[in-house]
């Protein structure tokens, strides 16, 4: 089992997250080109992105979805209010944002320059 544990939040996750290998997706908050996605599902640590699916931006901690073709819209104000009505997601997406807030912009080493 492996434990997280950022501030105050612990998050206990019984197994290793799948990270999926994806072309080359852009934020459009920031501008980060990420390659790989990782599921934080902790009741589908297995899943792989899909359409509709949240994702967090390992640049900028902002709230994205995957579309059809694998590439990320950013979220609306009603997508963002009903992932941050769910409890559980909404306690991902702040500790992650504070995270983010925290450290400085990792850059993605196999982001194409």
Known sequence: MTKLRHDRIEFRI?????TSKMRDCLCPGCGYVFTHATSANPDNLSAVPTEGMVSLCA????????????????????EIAEIM??????????SFQTFRAKNPFIKNPEAKQ
């Open 14 to 18: 019984p197994e290793e997250p799948k």
């Open 85 to 94: 009505s769910d409890q559980k997601l909404r306690k991902l997406v702040q």
């Open 59 to 78: 640049g900028c901690g902002a709230i994205n979805i995957f579309e059809r073709d694998l590439s990320v819209r950013a979220a609306t104000k009603q």
